[in-house]
C-alpha cells in the first residue's frame, strides 16, 4: 500500500510516496542533512549542483558501506568455516 508523506529537504516541502513512511522520512533526513551541510559551505553553487555533490556523496556512503559489509561477510564466512572445521576435529578425537 502507497502512502504519502510531506518531508522538507533544503528548506522545500515535498511529498513523497510510497511503501515504508519510517524509511522515506529518514531517507529524506538524511538527504536535508547532506544539503543543509552543502548549504553552508558551496553557498555561491546552485540549488542542482548542490543536489548533485549531495548525491554524490550519499552514493559514495552507499559503496563504502557495501564494500564493508561484503568484508565483513567474508570475514565472518572464514570463521565459520575454521570453527566448523576445529568442531569436527575435536569431534574426531
Do not use: C, H, P, Y
Not at 543543509?36 to 563504502?64: C, H, P, W, Y
Amino acid at each position: 500500500m502507497s502512502i504519502q508523506v510531506k518531508v522538507t529537504i533544503g528548506g522545500k516541502e515535498f511529498s513523497l510516496r510510497g511503501d515504508d513512511e519510517q524509511k522515506l522520512v529518514r531517507a529524506a533526513k538524511e538527504v536535508d542533512d547532506q544539503i543543509r551541510a552543502l548549504q553552508t559551505g558551496m553557498k555561491d553553487q546552485s540549488t542542482q549542483m548542490q543536489a548533485i555533490v549531495a548525491a554524490l556523496n550519499l552514493a559514495e556512503q552507499k559503496f563504502t558501506a557495501e564494500e564493508t559489509l561484503e568484508k565483513e561477510s567474508v570475514l565472518l564466512a572464514t570463521e565459520l568455516e575454521n570453527m566448523t572445521a576445529f568442531l569436527r576435529q575435536q569431534l574426531k578425537k
